[in-house]
């Protein structure tokens, strides 16, 4: 077993309900070469009182307090502050196996100096597991950032959180691999530029992290202006990420994250249902016309095109059909 340092980076924010069994499942890893960071971002409830009593008893923990910015600046203090050879990143109403770093210090020994460890995650909802689908390789063996980020597009099992994979500390100090600060879309803009930069990638098939889908995070009847200010602030990170990617000299990584740009611009106009005529300014269709690839990406975007409206509607009817069948498999299960 190698005697890699890890460093768990927990940005923390009223979170007291769960906080607990978050904290909890990175004491007591079995394997004990670990700092653990939590980095209080203003929580008003007792989640600051939480961090300081389990970091009263453990002194592998270092509890940051800081004020209301958000969790890109909680992330960012934490990386600053962390002196691991490698980082893991959790929310802190996630959770991790208490096995998570012994399997990855097992898997850097036999691959010293990886940069990235693409691990896997299961999402919890209502006491049902959801897991979803990840890359599929023939050799569990290193390969670029880029090479792998064409697999996970190629086989449509894009994942982007960030605690999805576990970093090489130095890979991101010296690429300067911070989160930008404000943004509500991070995960996106951040993950497909650090998959660029990576020369060594690989995948494990463990089970590393569990996450709580909380009902609040799956309501449709979030504030129609917090829907748009989400909105805004994707659409701005899709036009930043277009300027990166027509940069690519591989054609064909260009060609997909391109066509995936698209494809996140409709969810985004979904999800901010920005068919309004108080929202026409955010529709931009030189941009998708620029940037659909293939054939059913395009036909979708001639479709937006004759009427986004429309356009919106059928993607709404789609997602009542999804429920739908989803319940019926669900009951039959039960049944």
Not at 108 to 122: A, D, L, V, Y
Request: net charge positive; aromatic share 14%.
């Amino acid at each position: 077993m190698c005697n890699k340092k890890f460093s768990i980076i927990v940005p923390v924010y009223n979170t007291e309900e769960y906080l607990g069994k978050c904290i909890g499942s990175l004491i007591n890893q079995t394997y004990s070469n670990i700092e653990i960071i939590l980095v209080n971002d203003g929580s008003t409830d007792n989640s600051a009182k939480i961090c300081d009593e389990y970091a009263d008893k453990d002194k592998r923990i270092l509890v940051l307090h800081e004020p209301n910015e958000g969790a890109t600046a909680s992330i960012n203090k934490g990386l600053r502050q962390s002196t691991g050879d490698y980082i893991i990143f959790l929310d802190s109403d996630d959770y991790i196996d208490y096995q998570s770093c012994e399997v990855f210090a097992s898997i850097i020994k036999k691959h010293p100096g990886i940069e990235m460890i693409n691990s896997k995650s299961k999402s919890i909802f209502n006491e049902q597991i959801i897991v979803p689908t990840h890359v599929n390789l023939e050799k569990n063996m290193p390969i670029s950032g880029p090479e792998y980020l064409k697999l996970m597009l190629k086989q449509n099992r894009f994942w982007m959180p960030i605690w999805y994979n576990i970093y090489k500390r130095s890979f991101l100090i010296e690429n300067n691999f911070y989160l930008k600060v404000g943004i509500m879309a991070y995960d996106f803009q951040w993950t497909p530029r650090v998959f660029l930069a990576a020369k060594s990638v690989v995948s494990s098939e463990f089970y590393h992290h569990f996450r709580h889908v909380r009902t609040d995070s799956m309501s449709r009847t979030v504030d129609l202006n917090h829907r748009i200010k989400r909105a805004e602030n994707h659409i701005a990170t899709c036009f930043e990420l277009e300027k990166i990617f027509d940069d690519l000299h591989d054609i064909d990584l260009r060609w997909l994250l391109k066509d995936k740009l698209v494809h996140y611009y409709f969810y985004i106009f979904h999800y901010g249902k920005l068919y309004r005529d108080s929202t026409r300014h955010l529709i931009n269709k030189q941009f998708l016309k620029n940037n659909a690839m293939r054939k059913i990406t395009k036909f979708c975007v001639l479709f937006f095109c004759v009427s986004n409206r429309l356009f919106y509607f059928g993607v709404e009817m789609l997602y009542i059909l999804r429920r739908l069948v989803k319940y019926k498999v669900l009951k039959k299960f039960k049944d």
